[in-house]
Structures are given as structure tokens and as C-alpha cells.
């Protein structure tokens, strides 16, 4: 499996047109912005405008990193939001239809900070109520056509649909995207690409018959190629046809090699690491996450002003209509799904509460965890605080106020909650898996622990509470958390080193096959 490593090659360096030593690209002097490299990067959701998870977050901040080295845009759905955000959406190309994938049309926008953002602009497919998957019904029935458009969109633009701009690499994200690169191969184009999976279990499964509607070749519904247990799958297209492959840690890089977390695809992901074609990349948070800042705090604070970080905590006591306590305040901030661990929560609430802890919760999700925390409010009324739904701000001023977040994710590819946690003075306590095991160190810190059962999340629990009755050690680990930095320079140079090696070794490929 490839690490990458940042110092290879330098920072944000163009590389040359295939010299190659030992197949390690030769980094060279950045260009001119005339002739920098142009990259698209592609996804279903991004935070100015919709987000469901971390992949809104990422799609926001990476190419924004990304953008004073290479020229990078962005390509979006027209989801209702975006075009509240936009209301006059320049149309600059016609997307024709393909198989049974509809026309569309193509915008161009710009960001207030400059950032340039392709539109998909076909009300039929994303100008609908709920999320950009689905409503209260469920998943859309038509998705495969809806993200197939924006994978073939993708695919277009390397091919000069705009006039005045074509991608020499697309960065991919998701199934939603995925099968761009195959699009690319099936009609025999050879243009780098690189696949980021934020979460192995969702792969965009669909049934054989959508092969004809998509313009899934018959040749491509196979073990090598497209064809999971005799269905359609986005996501393994893209593992199979793209020049590079990411996740979003290095532990869940090695994690999702393994029967027990590689849902299926561990076989394939082990090849790719074998051919040094798939990278753990650790996702950053960005600068707004600081409490010394932060406007949506009762009171802003930095390190070694824990009386300003008190005042947040009684705030936030407020706000949930707790009781005054000088005891330990945990959060949960989350999506309330199994794969968060919610049930361990529970379980762990109970033994908070009797040890004179106090619980504050928000998030939604899963009814039948929605139901259960609102019956351990109704139980603990003075102790626990929930709000089913989420508002960012009011997670901030949570993140200021706690002492300790809970985060017993049963699997979690990256994770930034954490991340977020450290950055204001709350302690996460985590299981040791994908990112959180990468970014939390047990101790000092949070705290971590091993199984995903309530007698080991419980022991970590409880190695929590003995630290809060430990100010010197308390204040120690508050230190060293909000001094940990998980910005994203770190990880854009490693994804323009990952870029620079799927460029150098297409043009390679390409002279081998002139």
C-alpha cells in the first residue's frame, strides 16, 4: 500500500512529462498559472451549499487548498440549494444525452474567494426536497441516472465541452463519481484519474438492467470490472478503472484490506495496494475551528483559559436546560446510526449520569436511536440534553463547552469531530479504528479503546472520569489537544504528489502505447 510522503518531490511541484526514475515521478519548478495543471474534482455534496457528512466539509476545503497551485474546479449537481446560492447560473456547454442518461446543461460560477464550480443544471434529476440522496422515503429510485450524469459530465470535461478549459486529471469522490473513470476507458480515453472513498460502505449498487439505461457496456459486467455479486456497482467500477485510489486515513486504508472491513471489495483493494494504487490520506479540518475566534461562542477562549471554557459550558447547560453542575459535561455529536456506536452511548450514559455527569446531545439519524435519547432525557431531565437535527453552530458552542466527546464508531474512515473536539478543549474518546485511531492518542489526547462492546467503551469511560478528578492531568491533555494541528496543507501535498504520479504515469503509458 502506498503511504504517500510529502517530502517526495517538494511541495504542490508540477512533475515532468514522464521522466521517471525507478517509476518515482522527477518533481520540477511550479509553472506559470498559464500552465499549471488543471484538475476537476468531483462530487455530490459540498458545505457551501448541501453537506450529509465529512464529504461536504472535504469538498469544500481541499480544492480550496489546492487552488494556488493548480487550476481546479469543482463539478456539483444543480441541487436546489446551489441554485439558491446562484440564481443566475451562466449555461456554457449542452450535455447530449447518452443511453438512457439525459441531457443537461453545464454552468460555470465563481465563489466570492474565487473558487470556479461547474454546475449540472437539470431540475428533473437534483431540484427535489430532502437530501441529495433521498427524502423520508427513502433512497431516490432513479440515482443511478442522477450520478451516472454527474460521472459522465465529468468524463466530458477532459474532452473539451467547455471550450475554454479541459481536465488533465479528475479527482473523484464516491460512488456519485465513480464511474467516470470507467466512462473514460470504455471509450478509450486515457486521462488520469484519481477515486477518494470517504466510506467503503456505500458503493452505488444497482441491478443488471441498469447496465443498458447507463451505457454499461456488456463486456464491463464482470469480476474485472463492473459486476459485485451479480449487481451493478459504482464504486467498484472506479476501484477497477481509476489510475489511483484514496481513503481518507492511513488505518483505513490497511483496515478496509481485510475481510472483516473491505465490505466485499478487500480482494480488489489488495491488488491495488499491491501496485502502490491505493493511498491513505488523512483529511484536515479548517482554521475556522478555533476557539480563540469562533463568534458562535458564549465566550471565546484560548489554551490555559479554562474559565472561558467553563463559561461555554454552562451555556451550553443552558441551552439544554440542565442542571448547574460542576461535574463532567459529554457531548455527542453525530449522525445517530449504528456505525456510530450510538447503542454503546446509551449504555455508557447511564453509568455518566450516576457518576454525576451530565449528556448533551444533537444529531439525527436511525428512529429507533432518535426514540431512546429522547427517553433518556425524559428520564434525566436535569442530566441530559437532546436536539434531534443538527445546526452547526450550536455543535461549536457543544465542542467549546464539553469535556469529553463520545465517539465509539464501530468503523469511521476518517472522522473530524474528533478533530474538532481537540481543537476546543474536549477530550474524544474513541474506538482505535480508521481515522480516529490516526488522530487521537490514547492518554494524552483522549482516550481510546479496543473492541466495540459496552465493558471496553465503559473502561475508557471510566479512565475519563478519573482524569476530569485530576485537574493537573486534565488541564495536561486539554494542552495538548487544542495544540494539535489538522489543517489541510499536510494533506493537499501529499494529493499533489498522488496527482503528479497518476499524471506521469498516464503520459508514460501513452508514449509506451504511440
Known amino acids: 500500500m502506498l503511504m504517500l510522503d510529502a517530502r517526495r518531490g517538494g511541495s504542490f511541484a508540477d512533475w515532468s512529462s514522464g521522466e521517471e526514475d525507478g517509476g518515482v515521478p522527477v518533481s520540477v519548478p511550479a509553472r506559470p498559472a498559464s500552465l499549471r495543471r488543471r484538475i476537476l474534482y468531483a462530487t455530490p455534496e459540498m458545505a457551501d451549499f448541501v453537506k ?12 480550496r487548498a489546492l487552488v494556488p497551485h493548480y487550476d481546479i474546479r469543482v463539478l456539483i449537481p444543480g441541487y436546489r440549494q446551489v441554485r439558491a446560492a446562484f440564481p443566475e447560473i451562466p449555461v456554457i456547454a449542452r450535455l447530449e444525452g447518452f443511453a438512457g442518461v439525459p441531457a443537461c446543461d453545464l454552468g460555470l460560477v465563481e465563489t466570492v474567494d474565487g473558487l470556479r464550480i461547474y454546475v449540472l443544471l437539470s431540475p428533473d434529476l ?31 470535461l477532459t474532452a473539451g465541452i467547455d471550450p475554454d478549459w479541459a481536465a488533465d486529471l479528475l479527482h473523484l469522490n464516491d460512488w456519485q463519481a465513480a464511474l467516470a473513470p470507467a466512462y473514460l476507458a ?31 457496456p456488456e463486456s464491463a459486467f464482470q469480476v474485472d470490472g463492473a459486476e459485485f455479486y451479480g449487481q451493478l456497482s459504482f464504486l467498484k467500477a472506479g476501484i477497477f478503472y481509476a489510475s489511483q485510489v484514496t481513503t ?3 488505518t483505513y486504508a490497511r483496515e478496509i484490506q481485510t475481510a ?23 483529511n484536515g479540518i479548517d482554521e475556522t475551528w478555533d476557539p480563540s475566534t469562533d463568534p458562535h461562542l458564549a465566550t471565546r477562549f484560548e489554551i490555559d483559559d479554562w474559565k472561558g471554557k467553563r463559561a461555554n459550558a454552562e451555556a451550553v447547560r443552558q441551552q439544554f436546560g440542565l442542571a448547574v453542575s460542576r461535574g463532567p459535561l459529554f457531548a455527542i455529536v453525530s449522525r445517530l446510526v449504528h456505525q456510530k456506536g450510538i447503542d454503546l ?20 439519524g436511525e428512529g429507533r436511536f432518535e426514540q431512546a435519547l429522547r427517553g433518556l432525557a425524559k428520564r434525566h431531565p436535569e442530566a441530559v440534553g437532546v436536539h434531534v437535527g443538527f445546526e452547526e453552530a450550536q455543535a461549536r458552542r457543544m465542542f467549546a463547552g464539553s469535556d469529553f466527546l463520545l465517539m465509539p464508531s464501530r468503523f469511521e474512515p476518517c472522522g473530524l469531530a474528533q478533530m474538532y473536539a481537540q481543537r476546543f478543549g474536549s477530550l474524544p474518546i474513541v474506538r482505535r479504528t480508521g481515522g480516529l485511531a490516526d488522530t487521537v492518542e490514547d492518554g494524552v489526547t483522549g482516550f481510546t479503546f479496543g473492541e466495540a462492546s459496552a465493558a471496553s467503551f465503559g473502561g475508557a469511560v471510566r479512565r475519563a472520569l478519573e482524569a476530569f478528578g485530576q485537574k493537573k492531568r486534565l488541564n495536561a491533555m486539554r494542552r495538548r489537544a487544542m495544540s494539535a494541528r489538522f489543517g489541510w496543507d499536510q494533506a493537499a501535498d501529499n494529493y499533489a504528489g498522488l496527482y503528479g504520479r497518476a499524471i506521469g504515469n498516464s503520459i508514460a503509458l501513452r508514449w509506451r502505447a504511440a
Open 248 to 250: 481518507v486515513s492511513e
Open 52 to 63: 450529509t457528512g465529512g464529504l461536504g466539509e472535504v469538498s469544500a476545503a481541499l480544492p
Open 345 to 364: 452511548s446509551l449504555q455508557a450514559a447511564e453509568a455518566i449520569v450516576a457518576e454525576g455527569g451530565q449528556l448533551v446531545v444533537i444529531g439525527q
Open 126 to 156: 437534483y431540484e427535489r426536497d430532502g437530501t441529495p440522496y433521498g427524502d423520508q422515503q427513502g433512497d431516490f429510485g432513479d440515482n443511478d441516472l442522477r450520478f451516472a450524469r454527474l460521472s459522465l459530465a465529468a468524463a466530458e
Open 186 to 216: 470504455w471509450r478509450g480515453r486515457r486521462v488520469p484519474s484519481v477515486l477518494t472513498i470517504h466510506n467503503l460502505a456505500y458503493q452505488g449498487l444497482f441491478p443488471r438492467d441498469a447496465l443498458p439505461r447507463l451505457g454499461v
Open 260 to 282: 472483516e472491513m473491505g465490505c466485499g471489495l478487500d480482494g480488489l483493494l489488495r491488488t491495488r495496494a499491491g501496485q502502490g494504487r491505493l493511498a491513505g490520506i488523512l
